[in-house]
């Protein structure tokens, strides 16, 4: 079955250093997103990407950067933890922007002291 | 700017019905999505609505009102498995989801 994977699903890390979320989708969507959600906030868009290359500044992407090499992956990475980027992030694809549904992966929960 | 609002919390008892509401004002109207979401686990997928009306999918529903900015999803003969967050998300005029922050329901026996 196709499905949309995380890594890693907790990690905790200090302020300053370089974080890496993996994002992993075999559905072949074109359409890749990340989310934080934090409590009493709705889900906010960080980066999102449309295909190979293309990447996109979302509503949140100061401190966050992506890249998109191929159709499966789209890693997040946070350049140097804040603690204010303590969060669960979300990773999610869709198979066309008209559609609008989402499939998410299972969610990273990413503590920064 | 651009916001969706929805109560924090419903409780409600099991085998009964409840309506989650949602408002919203965006900039542009391209649907109207909502998602379920259990505690921990990723939010999927349960509803769409882009005309006026009520779609109904099983136990579940969704209604629309674009000339209100007006949104509720129904819930009928609700089962403990119903308790999770449900979300409502706007489709803006850029193709861009704007998320509301959840209805936290509640199922009591």
């Known amino acids: 079955d196709a499905e949309i994977t995380q890594s890693p699903r907790h990690k905790i890390t200090e302020t300053g250093r370089q974080v890496t979320l993996a994002c992993h989708q075999t559905?072949?969507?074109?359409?890749m997103f990340w989310y934080r959600q934090d409590l009493g906030h709705g889900l906010r868009l960080i980066h999102y990407?449309?295909?190979?290359?293309?990447?996109n500044k979302g509503e949140v992407s100061d401190g966050y950067s992506v890249s998109r090499s191929n159709t499966e992956d789209l890693p997040l990475t946070l350049e140097s933890a804040a603690s204010s980027q303590t969060s669960v992030y979300f990773c999610a694809s869709s198979e066309t922007e008209e559609t609008g549904e989402l499939f998410f992966g299972e969610g990273s929960r990413l503590t920064v002291l | 700017g651009q916001n969706i609002d929805q109560p924090t919390e419903m409780t409600a008892t099991e085998g009964a019905i409840v309506q989650i509401n949602c408002t919203y004002q965006?900039?542009?109207?391209?649907?109207l999505f909502w998602y379920q979401q259990h505690a921990g686990e990723a939010p999927t997928f349960l509803s769409y609505?882009?005309l006026d009306g009520l779609e109904e999918k099983g136990r579940f529903s969704s209604f629309l009102s674009r000339s209100k900015g007006y949104s509720y999803l129904l819930l009928k003969e609700l089962q403990m498995k119903d308790s999770a967050s449900y979300l409502c998300?706007?489709?803006?005029?850029?193709?861009?989801?704007?998320w509301g922050a959840g209805t936290k329901l509640i199922i009591k026996p």
């Open positions: 559905w072949n969507h074109n359409n």
């Open positions: 609505n882009v």
């Open positions: 998300a706007v489709r803006d005029s850029n193709y861009q989801l704007i």
């Open positions: 990407s449309y295909g190979v290359q293309d990447t």
């Open positions: 965006t900039s542009g109207f391209n649907g």
